[in-house]
């Protein structure tokens, strides 16, 4: 197994990105009862900056990957 796909598993279900969905909506909701709505824009940008974040790393993980198989090749 490699790193990406440790990482980030290829096969999702549903249910997994509904659990996600609801958290982040649930915690944006705590943030905008107990702040402003420019709060919660602010941190709604963090997590948008960070999810992004972490689909890039994830990309280059697999690059990276794919470039050691081809150079190196796994025996």
């Known amino acids: ?32 009862m107990l702040t402003s709505a420019w709060v919660t824009l602010v941190v709604a940008g963090g997590f948008a900056v960070v999810f992004f974040a972490v689909r890039a790393l994830s990309r280059a993980s697999r690059t990276v990957d794919r470039i050691f198989d081809e150079e190196l090749g796994r025996p």
């Open 1 to 32: 197994m490699d790193s990406a796909s440790a990482a980030n598993p290829s096969h999702r279900s549903w249910i997994v990105v509904a659990a996600k969905a609801i958290v982040v909506l649930q915690s944006l909701g705590i943030v905008y």
